[in-house]
């Protein structure tokens, strides 16, 4: 079955530190896609940052990197020097060839000053 | 680029009353999908559409139904409905219809059946 896991409701991190959030997902499908996105109390779905399951790489968007560990199937989001305008809900995605997005159930993240 | 639209933002109905809802994707997007999120089951899938056909589909009673046109805008459609349809109901597209496509979302439509 298709699975995406978030262990952790909730995180806290004090401005400019880093912080990663926990990922991990389950498929039998050779090729898929992993996104993280961000949703802000407004509602709206942001992305941030692909992964794709033959990418030798970790991924890489400016503050975003993704700690990508196939064997293990975990895909992590680490967010470096932290900001305020962090402090949102964080959400793990999978998405196998051509079926549907996955979500996991979230972290919200909470950075303080 | 002009990112994805939804149309209203907002909508207040009762039950029993019908609803329809507009996403109108990225410029060049011909891949829609609409999900439903609420506090108690998270986002959940609604369904698929790729050059005006439904490609997949979510566990949802048939009251929920969908449409892609030629320009690639999309509708849903939720009719009689229930107070459990009371949600964040958010579009997403992509360029084409993969996994290692991006999709990019709306803003989403909150909508509160009393």
């Known amino acids: 079955a298709q699975k995406i896991t978030q262990t952790q409701p909730g995180m806290f991190v004090q401005e400019k530190e880093a912080v990663t959030l926990d990922c991990t997902y389950d498929?039998?499908?050779?090729?898929?896609?992993l996104f993280w996105y961000k949703q802000p109390s407004s509602g709206e779905m942001i992305f941030l940052i692909y992964?794709?399951?033959?990418?030798?790489q970790n991924a890489t968007e400016g503050r975003y990197s993704l700690n990508f560990q196939k064997a293990r199937k975990s895909a992590n989001l680490v967010i470096s020097a932290s900001q305020l305008g962090d402090s949102a809900m964080y959400f793990c995605?999978?998405?196998?060839?051509?079926?549907?997005?996955?979500f996991g159930t979230g972290t919200r993240l909470q950075v303080f000053p | 680029k002009a990112g994805v639209t939804q149309t209203p933002r907002y909508l207040i109905k009762t039950r029993g009353q019908q609803v329809t809802l507009s996403c109108s994707p990225i410029?060049?997007?011909?891949?829609v999908s609409w999900y439903q999120q609420t506090p108690g089951q998270g986002l959940q899938f609604l369904f698929e559409?790729?050059?005006?056909?439904?490609?997949n589909k979510g566990n949802f009673p048939g009251r929920f139904s969908g449409r892609q046109f030629s320009n690639s805008r999309s509708e849903m459609n939720v009719s009689t409905l229930e107070l459990g349809d009371s949600a964040l109901y958010l579009c997403?597209?992509?360029?084409?219809?993969?996994?290692?496509?991006?999709?990019?979302f709306g803003p989403g439509t909150r909508l509160l059946v009393l």
């Open positions: 997403a597209s992509s360029s084409i219809q993969t996994g290692e496509e991006t999709q990019y």
């Open positions: 498929t039998s499908d050779p090729s898929y896609g």
């Open positions: 992964q794709g399951s033959y990418d030798q």
């Open positions: 995605a999978m998405r196998p060839r051509t079926d549907k997005l996955i």
């Open positions: 410029s060049g997007h011909r891949s």
């Open positions: 559409y790729f050059s005006e056909t439904q490609r």
